[in-house]
T-cell receptor, first 117, second 112 residues
């Protein structure tokens, strides 16, 4: 079936260090699913961080980047220099198609990121 | 601008009691609407989706039901809560099925 696997947290890094949160996907219902990263900051709702709908393309937002790699079925989230304000839970997700049952957004487990000052 | 509002923000309910959670979307007509649920320590799961008034599709069976009485309203309910219903419920909307849904603030439900 369709699934998303991402780095298990918590992940702790120091401010100004680089970050990578791994995400790999398995999509059997659709060849090239749309891929997303969502973020939930403390006390806030779930927000879309970035999206990529074309294989081979890169999405970026707030200093974060993720490249849609169809060969390795990966969509890793990276940032060159994190800030304390990046502390949040990050979710990798894909949209899968279920024919007459419609589309379904499938999430990874979420990765809690803590950035130390 | 589109806004999505969920109510209540949090609920504490007894096992066996009824539940009704609401969601309203303003500023967009005929959106796709979704209900998601996350158990403590679990992943977000899509429960229901609706592409039009009066039409709701179930994705995961959790002894819950959903209705869309108006274009901008989505209701999640059950007549009898279970302990396993505890968790975080999120409403979301999108313009089409392959777009990234945008989420409300969520409702924290504790069933005791």
């Amino acid at each position: 079936g369709d699934s998303v696997t991402q780095t298990e947290g918590p992940v702790t890094v120091s401010e100004s260090e680089s970050l990578i949160i791994n995400c790999t996907y398995s999509a059997t219902s659709i060849a090239y699913p749309n891929l997303f990263w969502y973020v939930r900051y403390p006390g806030e709702g779930l927000q879309l961080l970035l999206k990529v709908i074309t294989a081979g393309q890169k999405g970026s937002s707030r200093g974060f980047e993720a490249t849609y790699n169809k060969e390795t079925t990966s969509f890793h989230l990276q940032k060159a220099s994190v800030q304390e304000s990046d502390s949040a839970v990050y979710y990798c997700a894909l949209v899968a198609n279920y024919g007459s049952s419609g589309n379904k957004l499938i999430f990874g487990i979420g990765t809690l990121l803590s950035v130390k000052p | 601008a589109q806004t999505i509002h969920q109510w209540p923000v949090a609920e504490i309910k007894a096992v066996g009691s009824p539940l009704s959670l609401g969601c309203t979307i303003k500023g967009k007509s005929s959106p796709n609407l979704y209900w998601y649920w996350q158990a403590t320590g679990g992943t977000l799961q899509q429960l229901f989706y609706s592409i039009t008034v009066g039409q709701v599709e179930s994705v995961v069976q959790l002894n819950l039901s959903a209705s869309r009485p108006k274009d901008d309203q989505f209701i999640l309910s059950t007549e009898k809560l279970l302990l396993s219903h505890s968790g975080f419920y999120l409403c979301a909307w999108s313009l089409s099925g392959d777009q990234a849904p945008l989420f409300g603030e969520g409702t924290r439900l504790s069933v005791l």
